[in-house]
Structure formats: C-alpha cells, structure tokens
Nanobody
Framework: QVQLVESGGGLVQAGDSLRLSCAAS????????MGWFRQGPGKERGFVAV????????LYADSVKGRFTISRDNTKNSVYLQMNNLKPEDTAVYYC?????????????????WGQGTQVTVSS
C-alpha cells in the first residue's frame, strides 16, 4: 500500500511560479513511476507529467511542456512539480499518483495510488 500527500498549492497570479510536493509513504520509493494529474473546474482529470522510477525519463502534456518540470528524490520518497509561468487555465486540483508498472503511462486509469489533491488557482 502506498500513501500520497500533496502540498504546495495556493493562489497566485498569472506568470508566477509554484512548486508542488508529493510525499509518499509505504511500499514506494523507487518502486513506482510517479505522475501528476489535474482536474480543472468542470473538466475531467487530465495528465500533466510522469517520471520514471529512477528519475531518468519524463513525459509531459503538451500544454505544460517548457513550463512545468517533474522531479523526484527517492531518498526522501518525494516527487515534485515545478510550475513556472502559470496561466489561468492551469487552475485545477493537482493530484499525485503512483504506478506500479515499469512502462511510463499517462492514462489515469492505469495508476494505482492517489493523493487527496492540492488546489492551484491562477488569477489573471
């Protein structure tokens, strides 16, 4: 079992930066690929980024490429999402998720464990 707790959300202005953190406990560390997803108002939950177990491979949604960076520190059982140049359309609840399989995936249905989410609101 893996428990995930997100933090770092808040209210910012367009163009600002935020860093989200996800602390994992339980059977995790380098055993899972880790991803970030988000769900905006009236929208379905969508893929943001994923990072491999060793942190050597990443994938991003086109909408965040060049602005967001996913990273992880397996010594701290933590995953991060650095978000720069935030836009109002980035407003959403951001979720951290863990995937037990080895292949990097972006489909939320394939992830096994989820955090409770952290709210990010970007004002124009």
């Amino acid at each position: 079992q893996v428990q995930l707790v997100e933090s770092g959300g808040g209210l910012v202005q367009a163009g600002d930066s935020l860093r989200l953190s996800c602390a994992a406990s339980g059977r995790t560390g380098s055993n899972h690929n880790m991803g970030w997803f988000r769900q905006g108002p009236g929208k379905e939950r969508g893929f943001v980024a994923v990072i491999s177990r060793a942190g050597t491979t990443t994938l991003y949604a086109d909408s965040v490429k060049g602005r967001f960076t996913i990273s992880r520190d397996n010594t701290k059982n933590s995953v991060y999402l650095q978000m720069n140049n935030l836009k109002p359309e980035d407003t959403a609840v951001y979720y951290c998720a863990a995937d037990r399989t080895a292949r990097l995936r972006s489909d939320s249905d394939e992830f096994d464990y989820w955090g409770q989410g952290t709210q990010v609101t970007v004002s124009s």
